[in-house]
């Protein structure tokens, strides 16, 4: 009889215990998602940044491209 008890408790532990791991999983992995999207915002605004000091000193578009990766029409939407 306490042998069915301590095998019941044994597996009551294994169960929490895999819900825990399961759960610290899932929530690194929400993490990670939202670091990689701030991350991406912050690369976005400081390339903007970038532009429009470029912009306003005058450097050609097509310099600005080049130097940036960014399209011309993609460099004209940040004019606005």
Do not use: C, H, S, W
Request: glycine fraction near 8%; aromatic fraction near 4%; charge should be negative.
């Amino acid at each position: 009889m306490f042998e069915q008890f301590e095998r019941a408790e044994e597996r009551y532990k294994n169960t929490i215990y895999a819900a825990l791991l399961e759960g610290e999983e899932r929530g690194e992995a929400r993490g990670e998602e939202r670091g990689i999207k701030i991350g991406e915002k912050a690369k976005e605004l400081a390339i903007a940044n970038i532009v429009r000091k470029m912009l306003n000193r005058n450097r050609p578009m097509n310099e600005i491209a080049e130097d940036t990766g960014l399209t011309e029409n993609e460099i004209k939407q940040l004019m606005r």
